[in-house]
C-alpha cells in the first residue's frame, strides 16, 4: 500500500510541476484535465504526509527515550509516543478507505423517482413530504434542483414526482436513499387521530452521460405528444408540449410535462430513459458481485424498507444499519447529513472487513 502511496505523492509532485507550465496553461484542455487529476489525488496525498509526520514524530519521541530523559520529560515523551501511535493507526484507517476502488457514479448527477406506495392519500402527502426533505437537502448542498414530471393530488400530495439534483457528488450522498420508505403518523386527512402506516418508494438514478455510457436507437422508441395538465395557465391547455416516450425493447416508458416547451420535454425524458437504462446496465453488473454486496450498505432495491419516520416518536430509524435520530423535525427540513455520514462509514468498514483489493 505504501509504494502506492509513494507513487501517488510522486505524480502529484509530477502534476504540480506540470501545471506550472505556461504551455499546459494555454491548452484549457489538457489544463482542466490534469487540475481534474490533481484534485483526485490532493486527499490521498495529505493523508499520506499527515501519516508521515506521525511517523517520524514516533521516530524521534523514541530517540529521545534513548537518552534516558528524568520523570517529567519521559512522561511527556511517552504520552507523545501514544499520540503518534494513534495518529499512525488512523490515518493507516483513512488511507486505506481512500485507496478503496470508488464508484464511477459517485460523482454525477441524479434523477430521483418518488412513488406514493401503500396508503393512499396519505401515502402521497408522505411523497410530498420526502420531495420537500430532498430539495432541502440539496439547496444545503449548493446543488441545483429542477422538477421532470409529477402527478399530484388535489390536496398537496403526489402520486409520482420525478426531478433531477445536479452537484458535484450528488449521487455519493443520496445513493443510499433507494429503498421503500415507512411513515408512522396521524394523517391530516383522519379525524379520530389513529396512528397510520404509509410507505412511498424512492429510486436514486445516477445520470448517464452522453458520450460514450448510453446509446439509444431511434427505431427502438416511440414518442408522444399531448397537452399537460397542472400549473402553467392557459398554455398547458392549449400546446401539446408534454412528452411520452416509450422504449420498446424494455418497455420502460417516461413522460415529461414540466417545460413549456416541447423540445425541453424531449430532452429532459431523453435523460430519465439514458438513466434508467444506465441503471439496467449497472444492475446486472452489481449481479455479477453479488456475494460481495450481501455484506454491503443496500443502495438500488426499491422492494427494500430501509427507513422508517415516526412522528409521534419524533424519529428517524435507518433498518439497514440500525441507526436512530429524535430529531425528525430537522431531517424531513434536510438535515439529513448525520445518518448520511452513518450509511457511508458502515460501508467503507464493511469494504474493509471484507478485504477488497485496494
Known amino acids: 500500500m505504501f509504494e502506492r ?16 507550465d505556461p504551455s499546459v ?49 519521559m512522561e511527556m515523551i511517552e504520552a507523545e509516543i501514544d499520540d503518534a501511535r494513534d495518529g499512525i493507526a488512523r ?4 488511507l486505506k478507505i481512500l485507496l478503496m476502488p470508488k464508484d464511477p457514479n459517485d460523482e454525477k448527477d441524479v434523477i430521483v423517482e418518488i412513488r406514493a406506495g401503500a396508503g393512499g392519500e396519505e401515502a402521497a402527502l408522505f411523497a410530498a413530504v420526502l420531495y420537500r426533505m430532498y430539495c432541502h ?8 434542483t429542477s ?46 387521530g389513529r396512528i397510520h402506516t404509509s410507505t412511498a418508494t424512492v429510486a436514486v438514478l445516477p445520470e448517464a452521460e452522453d458520450v460514450g455510457e448510453i446509446e439509444i436507437n431511434p427505431n427502438d422508441i416511440e414518442v408522444d405528444t399531448y397537452r399537460a395538465s397542472g400549473a402553467g395557465g392557459q398554455h ?14 424494455t418497455g420502460i416508458v417516461v413522460t415529461c410535462q414540466d417545460q413549456r416547451s416541447q423540445h425541453k420535454n424531449r430532452e429532459k ?55 436512530t435520530l429524535y430529531q425528525i423535525d430537522q431531517f424531513i427540513n434536510g438535515d439529513m447529513d448525520e445518518l448520511i455520514d452513518a450509511l457511508i462509514t458502515t460501508d467503507q468498514a464493511r469494504k474493509l472487513t471484507n478485504g477488497e483489493d485496494i
Open 5 to 20: 502511496l509513494q507513487a501517488i505523492e510522486n505524480r502529484y509532485e509530477e502534476l504540480n510541476m506540470r501545471l506550472a
Open 25 to 73: 496553461m494555454n491548452d484549457q484542455e489538457q489544463y482542466l484535465k490534469l487540475m481534474k487529476e490533481h484534485s483526485e489525488l490532493a486527499e490521498i496525498v495529505e493523508k499520506f504526509r499527515e501519516h508521515k509526520n506521525y511517523k517520524k514524530a514516533l521516530e524521534e519521541a523514541k530517540q529521545m527515550l534513548d537518552e534516558k530523559p528524568d520523570k517529567e520529560l
Open 91 to 94: 490515518t493507516e484507517r483513512e
Open 137 to 144: 437537502y440539496a439547496e444545503s448542498k449548493g446543488w441545483v
Open 147 to 192: 422538477l421532470i414530471d409529477s402527478n399530484p393530488t388535489e390536496i398537496g400530495g403526489f402520486k409520482e414526482i420525478v426531478f433531477e439534483i445536479e452537484g458535484k457528488g450528488a449521487y455519493s450522498r443520496l445513493k443510499y436513499e433507494s429503498g421503500v420508505h415507512r411513515v408512522q403518523r396521524v394523517p391530516t386527512t383522519e379525524s379520530s
Open 236 to 249: 398547458v391547455n392549449k400546446t401539446s408540449s408534454a412528452i411520452r416516450i416509450t422504449h420498446i425493447p
Open 269 to 323: 425524458a431523453m435523460r430519465v430513459l439514458k438513466a434508467k437504462l444506465y441503471e439496467i446496465e449497472r444492475q446486472k453488473h452489481d449481479s455479477e458481485v453479488a456475494e460481495n454486496r450481501k455484506s454491503q450498505v443496500g443502495t438500488g432495491d426499491r422492494s427494500e424498507r430501509i427507513r422508517t419516520y415516526n412522528f409521534p416518536q419524533r424519529r428517524v430509524t435507518d433498518h439497514r444499519i440500525g441507526f
